[in-house]
């Protein structure tokens, strides 16, 4: 079975931009999370999706990131516009609906905000 | 809300010394579920051990922790660590019947010979 795929895994933007991350989950898990990871602030949670239903999302991070599930299947996590204090690496991860159960990450991607 | 702490953000150590590290939680769910996270150098966090057994030690690839709710804690050990376990360790917990993980501030490992 295929892991989380991300795409890009490296994406430069131009601040003001608009970038759009994409995320293919494992097959057959219904919660998806989408995290941001720097070093000084370690994994945040930017959105947590049940069976495609939005369940969080994390407040800091709802005035310029919105993240969507249009089918089980598939992901994106829209920037807009983009900050230099955006640059981070983006982590999608997927799992059974049940708590116990292991998280499965993406590769990432490393996004540089200029 | 949940919380985790790790008191200790880096750790320094010789191989063949053991190693532990802190992680205890808050959380208002009676049976919550504890994590281990290992994140190597540019790659993915992957599940190194869990638990929701109160008091039963739990093991993998060397590594062992115990879920103890009276302390709320749920340290990581290894009685000897190597050069490959330097990483970055994440303890993490999920309560009630949502899967949303809330983790810790990470412990950055760095084993040296």
């Known amino acids: 079975d295929a892991g989380v795929t991300q795409t890009p895994r490296h994406e430069v933007a131009e601040k003001g931009q608009t970038i759009i991350l994409k995320c293919e989950p494992v097959s057959g898990h219904n919660d998806l999370f989408w995290y941001r990871q720097t070093k000084i602030q370690g994994l945040e949670l930017l959105s947590y999706f049940r069976s495609k239903s939005l369940m969080e999302d994390g407040g800091a991070f709802k005035d310029r990131f919105k993240a969507e599930m249009l089918n089980s299947s598939f992901s994106t996590l829209k920037i807009q516009p983009t900050e230099p204090k955006d640059s981070a690496v983006y982590l999608c991860?997927?799992?059974?609906?049940?708590?116990?159960?292991?998280?499965?990450f993406g590769k990432g991607t490393r996004l540089t905000v200029v | 809300g949940d919380s985790v702490t790790q008191t200790e953000g880096l750790v320094t150590l010789t191989e063949g010394l053991p190693v532990m590290l802190n992680c205890t939680y808050q959380t208002i769910y009676s049976n919550p579920f504890l994590f281990w996270y290992v994140q190597h150098l540019n790659e993915s966090p992957r599940l190194l051990l869990k638990?929701?057994?109160?008091?039963k030690r739990t093991e993998h690839q060397g590594f062992h922790a115990t879920l103890h709710k009276s302390s709320s804690s749920f340290h990581l050990q290894k009685s000897s660590a190597q050069l490959s376990d330097s990483a970055l360790y994440y303890c993490?917990?999920?309560?009630?019947?949502?899967?949303?993980?809330?983790f810790g501030e990470g412990t950055q490992v760095t084993v040296i010979s």
């Open positions: 991860a997927s799992s059974l609906d049940r708590g116990n159960t292991e998280v499965f």
């Open positions: 638990s929701f057994t109160d008091n």
């Open positions: 993490a917990l999920t309560g009630g019947l949502s899967g949303k993980l809330t």
